[in-house]
């Protein structure tokens, strides 16, 4: 089993509150990435690390932002929540780039 | 046109029944090539990677057709617990996978 965690697991919150989503690792994996997902359909990556201090724009354009000062950590920032934010958003690592990811648990953000 | 299509199903099926299913790609440079597991409201677990030569998992086997560009997944004797999601994951020449949408799967009593 992945040990790859996500909090909050479900946060509901108002609009134009800045928000953190917290991802943390404990495989030493290089590679992290950041998914949204809405309810039955496909997953879209929003973000990717390659390593410390290395973040890129994945294919889905997102108004969120990350760092990755740490190995084992991949936080996401959203610095003024709006509802059209309402999504499921799940963390992933994999040991190379050829590797399977592993995911979280997810975080279910709903924005009122 | 999207990366990795799936028929979305669902594909109802009986316990014990065979159900096969398949994804196309569109990049012919994937390199790597996945099926994940999605429960409902649920993070995506890998079910197996996908090999070239074909491979298999218990009831599980996994086909991949570079020259059509598509892999399958066919299931043997289901279970109630193999009710879920199925995505087809593809990964080009870089660290990023392309997800399909999935394919439904109800296994019934």
């Known amino acids: 089993e992945a040990d790859i965690y ?3 697991r479900y946060l509901v919150i108002g609009t134009g509150k800045k928000i953190t989503l917290e991802c943390s690792q404990t495989m030493g994996h ?3 990435y950041w998914y949204q997902q809405d309810p039955g359909m496909e997953l879209h ?3 990717y690390s390659y390593g410390v201090n290395s973040t890129e724009k994945g294919d889905l354009s997102s108004e969120s932002t990350v760092s990755r000062i740490r190995t084992e950590h991949f936080p996401l920032t959203l610095e003024s929540a709006r509802p059209s934010h309402t999504s499921q958003y799940l963390c992933a690592s994999s040991e190379s780039g050829n590797q399977p990811q592993h995911f979280g648990d997810g975080t279910r953000l709903s924005i009122l | ?6 028929d979305p199903g669902p594909f109802n099926v ?3 029944a065979t159900v096969a299913f398949n994804c196309t790609y ?9 099926w994940y597991r999605q429960d409902c409201r649920k993070e995506p677990k890998l079910l197996m990677s996908v090999y070239s030569s074909g491979n298999e998992d218990g009831r599980f086997t996994a086909q991949l057709n570079r020259a059509s560009q598509y892999i399958s997944l066919l299931i043997r004797d289901s279970k109630l617990s193999d009710s879920a999601t199925y995505l087809c994951v593809v990964k080009g020449n870089d660290y990023k996978l392309s997800f ?10």
Do not use: C, W, Y
Not at chain 2, 1 to 6: A, F, G, I, L, S
Not at chain 2, 26 to 34: E, M, R
Not at chain 2, 100 to 109: D, E, F, K, L, S
């Open chain 1, 6 to 8: 996500q909090t909050p």
């Open chain 1, 30 to 32: 290089d590679k992290m």
């Open chain 1, 45 to 47: 990556l929003i973000h």
């Open chain 2, 1 to 6: 046109r999207k990366e990795v299509e799936q």
């Open chain 2, 14 to 16: 009986p316990e014990g």
């Open chain 2, 26 to 34: 569109s990049n012919s440079a994937s390199q790597s090539f996945f």
């Open chain 2, 100 to 109: 399909g949408a999935g394919t439904t799967v109800t296994v019934r009593a």
